[in-house]
């Protein structure tokens, strides 16, 4: 089973890029964020002619996530991330999937930092922190995947010195994903790739993605279940190439026996 997480950076303004993505590399489920689309804009007659159902949560100009499945639906379990029911921004979308628990999420930025941007951050963070933990106590198959908004080393920043006073790579921040992950989840990618250097992110100024000038973002974190399956992750960077395209790249991972 292949799942694949991409930040699609407006799903109307990119869809010849997505279709064209999931066409050439047909993963299993892909998880969307940043759709930046109302509920009833969601291109869903589109997205069902390349083969896949789909669940979402979209809202109007901003954020907004969903789900990808091939042949076959996702089954909605909720569309918003537990802790705070004043919070109004579509950033999180769960779901079972082939007997799989995947949570797509698309964590706050924070920037300017100080600030209250950066408190929310925080304090989602913490709500998926507390959410993450119930899932793992369920003792079922889960993957947390998305656009996390934190590099969480070094090794996942491109000159990490230009970026110590940034909400993706203070340390509170990185302390705030070492914490989740600690809680039993497994960092996929750097599990298979521990020493190099992969990034999910270029962005659109300074030529970044030609001079490989990126940052990891983007991660799937894999529950004790799923962690023995994982046979292979890797970056569709070549799509980061793509004439308008996101300035993230798909990231992948194949689990076996699902």
Known sequence: MKIATYNVNGVNGRLPVLLRWLKETAPDVACLQELKAPQEKFPEEAIKEAGYHAIWHGQKSWNGVAILARNEHPHEIRNVLPGDPDDLH????????????????????GNPAPGPKLDYK?????????????????DKPVLLTGDFNVMPTELDVYKPENWLTDALFLPEVREAFKNLVNQGWTDAVRKLYPEERIYTFFDYFREAYKRNAGLRIDHFLLSPHLNMHLTA???????????????HAPVWIELSGY
């Open 90 to 109: 579509s950033r999180y979308i769960e779901a079972s999937v082939n007997g799989i628990i995947i949570g797509c999420l698309y964590l706050p930025n």
């Open 233 to 247: 992750a890797g970056v569709d960077r070549n799509v980061r190439g793509w004439e308008k395209t996101s300035d």
């Open 122 to 138: 925080m304090q989602w963070f913490q709500r998926l922190t507390t959410h993450a933990a119930q899932l793992l106590k369920d």
